[in-house]
């Protein structure tokens, strides 16, 4: 195969849209797709603090590697890549050491967060204590709650996160299956800070998990490939398996399904305005009395988090 560019050996085949890149035209093509989101989503208008959820695997070390990459030379610009750990034993410590060594090649803070810290107990008790059926809830929620603790403690402005297309179709299918439009209507980029709430972006929203995986290998970025040994229960792999079949016979059904969620968006945003949120005694924001880490922790009759 040769590039469709340039005529150079080719590294992949773009099925969505017919073409062939080489290692230099691959790389130039996702890296022009990030900038567009970019400039979509983050208002660089003065001093911005952009906290990167970095995890260790292949989708948040991309995005931290490309943040840096793009926006290092502009001023007032600062990163820092925050880890949560959940304290699942055998998987998290191989992880967070690909987080630091990034950070280290990068020349970019790096802070880590754990459940044990926020919730009393780490991820592994919680299970011990419900299901592991339930874990993914649980962890979910938890993140959640860490990411934005965290981000506000260092006094980030926006979360970056490494959701990319694949996760973004599923989580629009499930959401919209479930007939939850008020999530769906909340699934982000966000653009409207609420109190409490640090906001959220996605820079790898458009780009398909393979070829993230492609230009983590071609850029030298080091990555986890192991699994979190719960995520065999998530509902999301189901949704997974339904995207991937329908990507397979039609290629460009991820872009479509994420395309026709953009154009709704405005419509479910005006449909479904962002409530006014009250203070959970936790002092994090909640829709009703009790915020959802301290329901979860009342039913595990752990403490509340602090």
Do not use: W
Request: contains cysteine; glycine residues 8%.
């Amino acid at each position: 195969m040769r590039c469709s560019k340039c005529g150079s050996p080719a590294v992949t085949y773009i099925r969505y849209n017919g073409s062939h890149l080489c290692h230099e035209h691959f790389l130039e093509y996702v890296e022009r797709r990030v900038k567009k989101e970019i400039r979509s989503q983050l208002h660089l208008d003065g001093d911005v603090h952009i906290g990167v959820g970095a995890s260790g695997g292949k989708d948040s070390q991309t995005a931290l590697f490309l943040l840096h990459s793009i926006l290092r030379c502009r001023q007032g610009v600062r990163i820092t890549a925050i880890t949560v750990d959940e304290g699942i034993r055998g998987y998290r410590h191989s992880t967070i050491p690909k987080v630091k060594e990034l950070c280290e090649r990068l020349g970019i803070d790096h802070a880590i967060i754990s459940y044990e810290e926020v919730a009393g107990m780490d991820l592994d008790s919680m299970v011990s204590k419900t299901s592991e059926a339930e874990a993914c809830s649980y962890c979910g929620v938890f993140r959640r709650r860490c990411l934005n603790l965290k981000a506000k403690e260092l006094g980030v402005d926006v979360l970056a996160l490494g959701h990319n297309l694949d996760d973004m179709a599923q989580s629009v299918l499930m959401n919209f299956m479930r007939g939850d439009v008020e999530r769906l209507a909340r699934l982000g980029p966000h653009d409207r800070a609420q109190p409490g709430l640090v906001p959220r972006v996605q820079p790898l929203r458009m780009i398909p998990e393979k070829e993230t995986y492609l230009y983590a290998m071609l850029s030298d970025i080091t990555f986890s490939d192991a699994e979190c040994p719960y995520a065999k229960h998530a509902l999301r792999n189901e949704y997974r398996e339904i995207v991937n079949s329908m990507e397979d016979k039609h290629p460009g059904t991820r872009h479509s399904i994420l395309g026709s969620y953009d154009r709704l968006r405005p419509l479910m945003r005006d449909g479904f305005p962002q409530a006014t949120l009250n203070t959970c005694r936790c002092g994090e924001p909640t829709l009703g009395e009790r915020c959802m880490a301290c329901e979860m922790l009342m039913r595990l009759e752990g403490p509340c988090v602090r």
